[in-house]
């Protein structure tokens, strides 16, 4: 296991685990600030009614102040955002070996203190079906040996895993319940840079905690992954993230889930400017998968593409400077089998823009085997399309 003790401050990406949550219990103590007073379960109904209006007990002013109020959509997302809670049958080390297959070392630097010792953590996580599935970080979970998860309403319940997604860091939880408050999935292909959004989690060890922020980017490539693939599109935020967000919400200000907290930009750990979520496009997709199947099917295209750069455009004499460009091709793959080339410059698929690697990697994130797709490209400065129909690209 190898520990980095120097990094690149401005580089760095770091996952959010949940196990230094212990190291922070004991600097806070105690109670959150939050009421810990224990309600009866919160039904679906709750959350329906959390839209309805309450104008009899706003002010004279209150179209005004709703306007500028993001109270519905917090909560929405709070009845529906978890606290997971984790024991460990090992001491947590200071950095996971998988840490590094999703980044270069170079953006790794000190995790946990080698002294701590606490075999416990907690994190967040979003009930997204009334009958208890919860969607959580698969770097929350991971080499958990025991997982409790306490509802908005303080009711604790054991978890099991139906399944995990290393490739996009997901995985999908179950308890025994009926008539949860759950979240709507909303569409994080329609949310644009921009658009106002809230993340709910429980960081620091304060629990349904909501902030807010705008979307920074879109199909954010913060991956160094050596996976054969690898999820490498993420939403980027300015809202305030850290230690124990992991697996925790991103709404948008109908309080629809449009993406899954996973990782924050930082020197230290904690909060720094910018946080990314996993696209709700792809939690959809995973977690359908995982409650049907019990793994990820994924489509495959059978190749290995680098992004258009200026320099590149430039040498190799065409009018433009986004795309993919395909470097190889693997015998018999869909690719092949389809009719593209070495050399081919992808720009589309079935009518959506292709600019760059994270692009196509969400799409891939989302696609299935058998999947039949069209593809847009340019081979000796003309414009061509043709059809390919996707091959397994189980991991």
Not at 255 to 260: E, K, Y
Not at 266 to 287: C, D, E, L, M, R
């Amino acid at each position: 296991m190898k520990v980095i003790s120097s990094y690149n401050p401005k580089s760095l990406i770091k996952w959010l685990f949940p196990s230094a949550l212990s190291m922070l219990a004991s600097v806070c103590p105690g109670q959150d600030h939050q009421s810990t007073r224990k309600s009866s379960r919160t039904p679906v109904e709750t959350i329906k009614r959390a839209h309805q209006s309450t104008e009899s007990s706003r002010p004279a002013n209150a179209a005004h102040m709703a306007a500028l109020s993001f109270r519905d959509a917090a909560r929405v997302a709070t009845l529906a955002t978890v606290k997971i809670k984790l024991r460990f049958d090992y001491t947590p080390i200071p950095l996971p070996d998988f840490y590094f297959e999703f980044f270069d070392q170079k953006f790794v630097g000190p995790y946990l203190p080698e002294t701590q010792k606490d075999p416990t953590g907690s994190a967040s996580g979003v009930l997204i079906s009334s009958d208890g599935y919860v969607v959580t970080n698969y770097h929350v979970v991971n080499g958990a040996d025991k997982i409790q998860i306490a509802l908005n309403d303080g009711l604790d319940y054991e978890a099991s895993v139906v399944g995990t997604d290393k490739a996009a860091d997901l995985a999908l939880l179950k308890i025994n319940g009926n008539d949860l408050p759950f979240i709507e999935f909303g569409n994080s292909d329609s949310a644009a840079v921009g658009d106002i959004v809230l993340i709910v989690g429980n960081p620091l060890a304060f629990t349904s905690t909501v902030t807010q922020g705008i979307i920074s980017y879109k199909a954010r490539n913060i991956a160094q992954s050596t996976e054969r693939w690898t999820l490498q599109s993420y939403i980027q935020t300015d809202g305030v993230v850290n230690i124990g967000n992991s697996g925790g919400a991103l709404v948008d200000l109908s309080g629809r889930l449009i993406g899954i907290v996973t990782a924050i930009a930082s020197p230290n750990g904690v909060y720094a400017g910018y946080s990314f979520a996993i696209p709700v496009q792809v939690v959809k997709k995973t977690a359908d998968d995982l409650r049907r199947y019990g793994y990820v099917r994924r489509g495959s295209f059978g190749i290995k593409v680098s992004e258009i750069s200026p320099e590149k455009a430039k040498k190799l004499n065409i009018p433009f400077s986004v795309g993919i460009f395909i470097d190889s091709i693997d015998t018999g793959g869909a690719a092949d089998i389809g009719g593209l080339r070495t050399g081919d410059i992808i720009t589309r698929i079935d009518g959506r823009r292709m600019d760059s690697r994270a692009q196509l990697s969400e799409f891939v994130a989302c696609s299935y085997p058998g999947q039949k797709v069209r593809i847009t490209f340019f081979r000796n400065g003309k414009q061509q399309e043709i059809p390919i129909t996707l091959q397994d690209g189980k991991l």
